[in-house]
Structure formats: structure tokens, C-alpha cells
């Protein structure tokens, strides 16, 4: 189960690299076209902004690299505890708000950006479960070697 929560948060972080490695190095172009495909998800929802553009992928990509910490240094449950906190009480707030924008996109579109957020949100908990039981296993373990 290790094995799969960790592959999962590297999965996550790569998709924050990638928004966020885009957004950095071509604003415009992520504004304009993200997700691709044909498909305009950033555009809709109001004036370019470069700014805003790099702030939102600045985040991605610290998203990014606590995700792919929290894989690498799994036995830390700490950090898989706090990084996951983290990264949904950030990510919660988004959701919501692109619930209230869902008359901006097409159904298929909604399903795909709204799935997305959902994905990753399941994903990062999952994980935290996971190390949270680890982390309950251990502390079972080390109450038992000092009683």
C-alpha cells in the first residue's frame, strides 16, 4: 500500500510541475490554451493576467515539489501528514470555486476540470491514510518498547 500511496503523489506532482512549469515559461500561452487539446479552461474565467498567471504556477510548482518530498521521504509521516494538510486546504478553496463557475465550461469540460481537482484531492488523502495507519502501527509499536 506504501508503494501506491507514494506513486501516487508522484503522479500528482507531476501534473503541478507540468500547470505550473507551463504556466511559468509561457503565461500567455497557458492562459490562452490550457488544458489543450483544444480545450480553453483559464481564458473564460476573465482577463489575462500575467501576475496572477505566474502566482498560480509559482504554486503549482511548490505543489510540485512538497508532493514529490512527501513520496521521497514517505517514512516521515509527519511530512505526509502536514504536506497533505497542506496541499488540500490550498486545493479545497479552488474546487469550490470552480463549482460556482460551471456555466463557463461545457459539461464535458466541467467533468474533466472538477474530476481532476477531485482525483488529486482523493489521491493526497489516500496517501495521508496510509501513513497516518503506518504512523498508529508505529506509535503501537514504540508505547510497547518503552512499557
Not at 40 to 59: F, I, K, Q
Not at 89 to 112: K, R
Request: include cysteine.
Amino acid at each position: 500500500m506504501t508503494r501506491l500511496a507514494r506513486t501516487g503523489l508522484v503522479l500528482v506532482g507531476l501534473g503541478n510541475a507540468e500547470v505550473g512549469i507551463w504556466g511559468e515559461s509561457s503565461p500567455h500561452s497557458f492562459y490562452t490554451t490550457f488544458p489543450g487539446f483544444g480545450h480553453h479552461w483559464v481564458a473564460v474565467m476573465g482577463p489575462y493576467d500575467e501576475h496572477l498567471v505566474r502566482d498560480y504556477a509559482a504554486c503549482e510548482i511548490g505543489f510540485a515539489v512538497l508532493l514529490f518530498c512527501m513520496a521521497l521521504w514517505f517514512v516521515d509521516r509527519r511530512l505526509v501528514l502536514a504536506g497533505g494538510l497542506a496541499f488540500i486546504a490550498a486545493t479545497l478553496p479552488h474546487f469550490v470555486y470552480h463549482l460556482t463557475t460551471t456555466a463557463m465550461l461545457s459539461a464535458q469540460d466541467n467533468i474533466a476540470s472538477l474530476g481532476s481537482f477531485a482525483l488529486e484531492m482523493a489521491v493526497v488523502a489516500a496517501a495521508m491514510r496510509v501513513a497516518s495507519q503506518k504512523l498508529s502501527t508505529a506509535a503501537i509499536k514504540e508505547h510497547a518498547w518503552h512499557a
